[in-house]
Nanobody
């Protein structure tokens, strides 16, 4: 089970921190990720992190967002997405996801097809 939290309303240039708690099974070997979906748009990958700390970011958030996790240490995993310098175009519903596969070994680590488990979304709204 994946439980996301931390969304809200923030002005452009501000920051938010999203958290996702994964429980119910050991996720130490899973890749955890954040996706987002804006109204009228397809779901897109934001960032992912492996159990050994390898990370990947979409170009649109590189340098502004930071993903981290504790899932190499615990059976209950928390994945955090620190979002800084937020822009109105970051407005979306953000979803956490997990996979037992290794998308970081591929050319498209944020392809939705790799991810087996999805949490409910949390709304992030950035005002201009």
């Amino acid at each position: 089970q994946l439980q996301a939290s931390g969304g809200g309303l923030v002005q452009a240039g501000g920051s938010l921190r999203l958290s996702c708690v994964a429980s119910g099974r050991s996720t130490s070997n899973y890749v955890m990720a954040w996706f987002r979906q804006a109204p009228g748009k397809e779901r897109e990958g934001v960032s992912c992190v492996s159990g050994i700390g390898d990370t990947y970011y979409a170009d649109s958030v590189e340098g502004r967002f930071t993903i981290s996790s504790d899932h190499a240490k615990n059976t209950v995993t928390t994945v955090t997405l620190q979002m800084n310098s937020l822009k109105p175009e970051d407005t979306a519903v953000y979803y956490c996801a997990a996979t037992k596969y290794s998308p970081l070994a591929t050319k498209m680590p944020l392809a939705t097809a790799y991810y087996d488990y999805w949490g409910q979304g949390t709304q992030v709204t950035v005002s201009s």
